[in-house]
């Protein structure tokens, strides 16, 4: 990696900080050479501080550091994009990041549909509502909904109605989703096991990957 700090006369480039799982757009910093190599060396993301004059590792005063996990340049050899795993909110505001965006594992539209689900199990006496109208009705009838779409989904995948398919899948995710608020769960928790099942490759568990 061969980076062109020399294209500004202050010898510092930009470095955008991204969240190496959410792909989310954490902060915005700026490296000189020796900030690049300190960040290599410590592993944590390290920059120089425009207004202290001095190198400054993210979080050594809050503790919340950003854990290096890769970096790459840009075409023109001036802006780097660092990938790392945040320690916490990365805004000194106290925020997830230095936009004021949640920080969400699940990001996108199943992120903003989680929610949606959530606001519609707080408030389940709506009654225009399908899916409070689900948690109202009870876990029972949302697990029968479950099987009832898993049924449908094995049933159109024999047939070559692409449409049908799909639509089947996306009533089987859509109800999942609800049967997981209702366990108290969320797709981040179904996420995090399938992770340490690839982080135990070697794991006796019938399912791991």
């Not at 009870?138 to 779409?149: D, F, P, R, S, T």
Request: some cysteine; hydrophobic content about 35%; charged content about 30%.
């Amino acid at each position: 990696m061969k980076i062109d700090f020399g294209k500004n006369s202050n010898g510092l480039v930009p470095a955008i900080v991204q969240d190496s799982e959410t792909k989310n757009v954490l902060m915005l910093g700026y490296m000189n050479e020796d900030a690049f190599k300190k960040t290599q060396e410590l592993q944590k993301v390290t920059f120089f501080s425009r207004s202290k004059q001095r190198l400054w590792t993210k979080g050594e005063e809050s503790g919340n550091f950003l854990n290096l996990v890769d970096m790459k340049i840009d075409c023109d050899n001036d802006a780097l994009l660092v990938f790392a795993k945040p320690e916490g909110p990365v805004c000194h505001t106290g925020t997830d990041t230095c936009w004021g965006d949640e920080n969400d594992k699940i990001p996108g539209f199943l992120g903003d549909l989680e929610k949606i689900i959530s606001q519609r199990k707080s408030d389940p006496e709506d009654q225009k509502s399908y899916v409070a109208s689900l948690f109202r009705s009870g876990l029972n009838k949302i697990a029968q909904k479950v099987g009832e779409e898993a049924v449908e989904v094995v049933i159109e995948a024999k047939d070559d109605n692409e449409e049908l398919f799909l639509n089947e899948s996306a009533d089987l995710l859509f109800h999942y989703l609800i049967l997981l608020q209702a366990k108290g769960n969320s797709l981040k928790d179904v996420i995090r096991v399938l992770e340490e099942r690839h982080q135990r490759p070697n794991s006796s568990h019938k399912k791991s990957l």
